[in-house]
C-alpha cells in the first residue's frame, strides 16, 4: 500500500501551499529549511509542518531541516503533478477566457486544447491560440483527444447538462465554477469554485472584525 | 457575548452551502425541513447539520425540524449578508471583467462601483455600466465613496503593491485572485481564491481515483 493513503483532506489542502513556498525558495536557491523557518513563511506551526509532512513519510532530517528540492519534487508527485493533463473549457464567456489566458496553468501542465460554445459569433475564434468549437463537437472532441479534465464555466442553468455529456464522453475530472453542486457517478473527479461562497466568507470576516472592534473600543468612547 | 464567538472556521466555511441550500428550497416554496432531509440534499451527516446550526442557537424543534424561512434569514445574518457592501475591482483583465459581469453578486448586495487599471486604451470604458478608472485615482475614490471591499485581478507583480495601497485608503477587507499571500495589517480581511491550488487538488484526486481503481482491478487483469 502506499504511504498516503486515509491521510485527512483538510492536510491534502494544505499542500498546495507547500508546494507554491518551495518552488519559492528554490527560485531564491534556498535548498535547505527548518520546519521553524517554514512555520514563519507559510503561517502553520512548526509542529503542524513536521505533522503534515511526517504523512509522506520522513523528508526532514534531525538538526539538518528539509532538502527543499526533494520536498518540493515529492508534493508535486503526492499532487499529480509530474505529467501533463489535457482539458477542454465549456462556457466562453469572461471566466473562461480568463482561464484559457491563464498561462500559468499551462506552466504546471494543465492544457486547455479547446474550448465550446453555442454562441455562433464565438465558434470559430482562437482564444490564445486555443479554437473555440462548437458544443455538438464536445463529446467527439473528448474521445478523440483522450481529455481529461472538464471546466465547467457555463451559466448554471446548463451546468448539470453540459457535466452530463462530460461524463458521458469518459471525462475523468471536472472543474465546476457554476454555483451549484454537480451530481457525477462516483469515479468522476468534481473540484469546485464557488465564488460566492468565498464572498460570504469575507463579509461574514468583515462583520466579526467590526464586532470585535467594537468589543475593544473603551466603554467612554461608545 | 454574542453566541458566535469562538466558532471554528471548518463551521463557518460551511455556511455558504446551507445558506445555498435553504434559499433552493424557498424558492420551491418548501418552508420545513428535517435534519435528516438536509442531510440527504447537502450530504452531510444529520448529526453534523444539527451540531453545525446549534452554533448559533436552537433553530431546530423536535419532531418538527427547521423553519426553512428562519434559518435562511439567521444565516444570512451571521454571514453579514443582510446589508450592502461597496467594492472597487483593480485589474481589468478577464478576471476582472468577469467579476464586474457577475450580475449574483450584486444580488447578494455587493455593489461594484468602479473599476482600476492602468490600461489607457481601458481607462473611461464602461463595463456593463462600471466605469474604469485610472489607478492613480484609487486612493481618492475609495475614501470619497467609502469603499470596503477591494478585489485583486492584476497580475501577482503588482498585487501587494495594490493591497497595500487599498489598505492605506482605508479598505476594511481585499478578494484576493493574485496566486500570492498578501501582508496586511490585522484589521484588514483577506479573503483567497486561489485557483492553482484549487486545480492541484484536482489533479491529486485523479491520480488517487487512478490509483484506487487499479488496486480494485481484479488481478488477472493486471
Known amino acids: 500500500m502506499p504511504k498516503n493513503r486515509n491521510i485527512s483532506m483538510a492536510v491534502i489542502r494544505r499542500l498546495p501551499k507547500y508546494n507554491r513556498c518551495l518552488k519559492d525558495l528554490l527560485d531564491k536557491e534556498i535548498y535547505r ?9 507559510l503561517g502553520f506551526t512548526a509542529s ?11 523528508f526532514g532530517q534531525q538538526g539538518y531541516g528539509y532538502n527543499v528540492e526533494e520536498l518540493y519534487h515529492e508534493i ?17 464567456g469572461n471566466l473562461g477566457q480568463a482561464i484559457a489566458n491563464h498561462t500559468n496553468f499551462e506552466e504546471h501542465g494543465f492544457k486547455i486544447l479547446a474550448m465550446f460554445d453555442i454562441n455562433p459569433t464565438l465558434i470559430g475564434l ?21 481529455i481529461e479534465i ?23 475530472a471536472i472543474w465546476n465554477f457554476a454555483p451549484m453542486d454537480l451530481k457525477v457517478p462516483d469515479d468522476v473527479v468534481v473540484e469546485d469554485v464557488h465564488l460566492n461562497e468565498s464572498l460570504f466568507i469575507m463579509s461574514y470576516l468583515i462583520k466579526e472584525k467590526a464586532l470585535l472592534k467594537s468589543l475593544e473600543e473603551p466603554e467612554d468612547k461608545k
Chains 1, 2 share one sequence.
Do not use: M
Not at 513536521?50 to 520522513?58: P, S, T
Not at 482562437?126 to 483522450?146: H, M, S, W, Y
Open 150 to 172: 472538464g471546466v465547467i464555466t457555463t451559466p448554471v442553468q446548463v451546468a448539470q447538462s453540459v457535466a452530463d455529456e462530460l461524463v458521458e464522453a469518459g471525462i475523468k
Open 126 to 146: 482562437q482564444i490564445r491560440g486555443t479554437p473555440v468549437l462548437d458544443n455538438k463537437e464536445l463529446r467527439g472532441f473528448i474521445k478523440a483527444n483522450d
Open 48 to 58: 503542524q509542518i513536521r505533522q503534515d509532512l511526517n504523512n509522506f513519510g520522513g
Open 33 to 41: 529549511i527548518s520546519s521553524k523557518e517554514l512555520s514563519v513563511i
Open 76 to 92: 508535486q508527485k503526492i499532487l499529480g503533478l509530474t505529467r501533463d493533463y489535457k482539458a477542454v473549457v465549456v462556457g466562453v
